[in-house]
């Protein structure tokens, strides 16, 4: 039988490895980079595209699992060893954890936040004038997994809801839009615009001068799907000019954001540094076991990445 072998950043390794092996104690697990003999590793459990030159020494490697839901990093050169599958995660506790954020930072602009802490900064007992839910229309980018939950939470609570995506899709009680004139439309009506899309070369730059220019003025970003989708100059631009009220943003370009950059100190920027939800190990082991197992007998894969979809 062959070995598993497990790459991520050394404080997370053990924590994987107990988890998968919860699931199937059974398996033989190496952790990177002592993988033994290289003929013996059959699936590597992999975050990071640092890994993906080295796998390419291991000749009988059947299967990659990437331990998260993002693969854009993955797409890029060398990609993966050719001709061997990835399979990314669509868990539901890293799900819920982003739905989460999007709703704390949608309630965090709704419900005046950012205004009562200046208020209160400057002890000024002041009513703002009331927020009404249905009236404050939210556009989602992206509708698969975590776009569809973050909108029925947030269509749950009686906002009207948007979803975009590049495919036309249906989901109950939201509002779906798709394509070049959908995404127009869409934008023109959102006075919260998150961003949950995957990263391609089509969503890259997606929220920039032009895009902004069409949401409603003193509009609200979330960005919660990567720093790629945003052109960070023309955000500050939007910011700064009033165009935009306030922004979320949980992803950059670079990550670590450097120290320098207008975002840490702009008053009217809330981050996060890429940690709006986590994948936990035992919740996704259940579903990386599978494809282990899956891979070993020659079944058909679940979760698999699609190169030419790039996601
Ligand atoms: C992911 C991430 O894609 O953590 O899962 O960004």
Redesign the pocket.
């Known amino acids: 039988m062959g070995a598993v072998l497990l790459a991520t950043k050394p404080s997370g390794l053990a924590m994987w490895r107990d988890a998968l092996l919860a699931v199937d104690p059974a398996l033989e697990i190496r952790l990177w980079p002592d993988w033994g003999r290289e003929e013996e590793i059959e699936s590597a459990v992999i975050w990071g595209a640092q890994y993906l030159a080295e796998l390419r020494r291991f000749p009988d490697l059947r299967l990659i699992v990437s331990m998260?839901?993002?693969v854009d990093h993955l797409v890029l050169p060398p990609g993966p060893p050719p001709g061997v599958p990835v399979a990314r995660l669509k868990d539901g506790m890293?799900t819920q954890g982003m739905a989460e954020w999007v709703l704390l930072n949608v309630l965090r602009f709704h419900r005046q936040d950012p205004e009562y802490r200046a208020l209160q900064a400057a002890r000024v007992w002041e009513e703002l004038p009331p927020p009404e839910t249905a009236k404050r229309r939210i556009g989602i980018l992206g509708l698969g997994e975590i776009g569809g939950a973050a909108a029925r939470l947030c269509a749950h609570l009686g906002f009207p809801v948007m979803g975009w995506s590049r495919r036309p899709k249906d989901q109950p009680g939201i509002e779906a839009l798709h394509g070049a004139a959908g995404l127009d439309a869409m934008l023109a009506r959102s006075d919260i615009l998150v961003c949950l899309l995957p990263l391609t070369p089509e969503t890259r730059g997606i929220i920039n001068a032009r895009t902004l220019g069409l949401l409603p003025p003193g509009a609200f970003l979330i960005n919660g799907g990567r720093g790629g989708h945003a052109v960070q100059e023309d955000i500050l631009a939007a910011l700064d000019s009033g165009a935009l009220a306030g922004a979320a943003l949980d992803v950059f370009e670079p990550e670590p954001l450097p120290p320098e950059h207008p975002f840490w100190v702009h008053p009217k920027v809330f981050m996060t540094p890429?940690a709006a939800s986590f994948?936990i190990p035992s919740s996704a082991a259940p579903q990386v076991v599978e494809n282990i197992h899956r891979a070993r007998d020659g079944r058909p894969l679940i979760n698999l990445v699609d190169f030419a979809a790039g996601y």
């Open positions: 998260g839901a993002g890293l890429h994948t």
